[in-house]
T-cell receptor, first 115, second 112 residues
Framework: EAGVVQSPRYKIIEKKQPVAFWCNPISGHNTLYWYRQNLGQGPELLIRYENEEAVDDSQLPKDRFSAERLKGVDSTLKIQPAELGDSAVYLC?????????????FGSGTQLSVL | QKEVEQNSGPLSVPEGAIASLNCTYSDRVSQSFFWYRQYSGKSPELIMSIYSNGDKEDGRFTAQLNKASQYVSLLIRDSQPSDSATYLCAVNIDYNTDKLIFGTGTRLQVFP
């Protein structure tokens, strides 16, 4: 079974530039999460999808961040314009469904450096 | 007060020893607790989950939960150098919204 696939693995951009990250969850997983992990910190949830619907985006900085999950499968997270403080690892995770005991499977992440 | 607190470490233990990793949480209604392992430059992977007070054992790993003290721990017996990683405690702080909060992680170093 293929795991959660993310691309690109690394991205270096200058501030004020746009950037996009892509995630393909495990087949059959209805719930998809985007997390941001700063160096030395734990992952912080940005947005959670159940199928196509964003059910928790309270931590997403909506002035510059946007996300979509068309057809309830792949998802894209975009930052426009990027700021220096956006440098972090962006992790995508998926689970079969939403539930307190559901296991999250993480992708390898995209390491973003904003110069 | 942070919702999930961990000592950042590093915690250094010799090979073969027991490593004890601790985590406290602030929300008394939290129901689900998880330990993730994260190797340097890699993504987190779930190693243990626990929902009831007491101990839960899986191989060399034992998770311990004490809801009255709002404390969850992970014991690693017979520690191996390959166990060297950052261990993240995660707590579901809201049963209704299924929101998982991660601690900052404890870095474990197992030396030969």
């Amino acid at each position: 079974e293929a795991g959660v696939v993310q691309s690109p693995r690394y991205k270096i951009i200058e501030k004020k530039q746009p950037v996009a990250f892509w995630c393909n969850p495990i087949s059959g997983h209805n719930t998809l999460y985007w997390y941001r992990q700063n160096l030395g910190q734990g992952p912080e949830l940005l947005i959670r999808y159940e199928n196509e619907e964003a059910v928790d985006d309270s931590q997403l900085p909506k002035d510059r961040f946007s996300a979509e999950r068309l057809k309830g499968v792949d998802s894209t997270l975009k930052i426009q314009p990027a700021e220096l403080g956006d440098s972090a690892v962006y992790l995508c995770a998926s689970s079969r469904r939403t539930g307190v005991d559901e296991k999250l499977f993480f992708g390898s992440g995209t390491q973003l450096s904003v110069l | 007060q942070k919702e999930v607190e961990q000592n950042s470490g590093p915690l250094s233990v010799p090979e073969g020893a027991i490593a004890s990793l601790n985590c406290t949480y602030s929300d008394r209604v939290s129901q689900s607790f998880f330990w993730y392992r994260q190797y340097s430059g890699k993504s987190p992977e779930l190693i243990m989950s626990i929902y009831s007070n007491g101990d839960k054992e899986d191989g060399r790993f034992t998770a311990q939960l004490n809801k009255a003290s709002q404390y969850v721990s992970l014991l690693i017996r017979d520690s191996q150098p390959s166990d060297s990683a950052t261990y993240l405690c995660a707590v579901n702080i809201d049963y209704n919204t299924d929101k998982l909060i991660f601690g900052t992680g404890t870095r474990l170093q197992v030396f030969p």
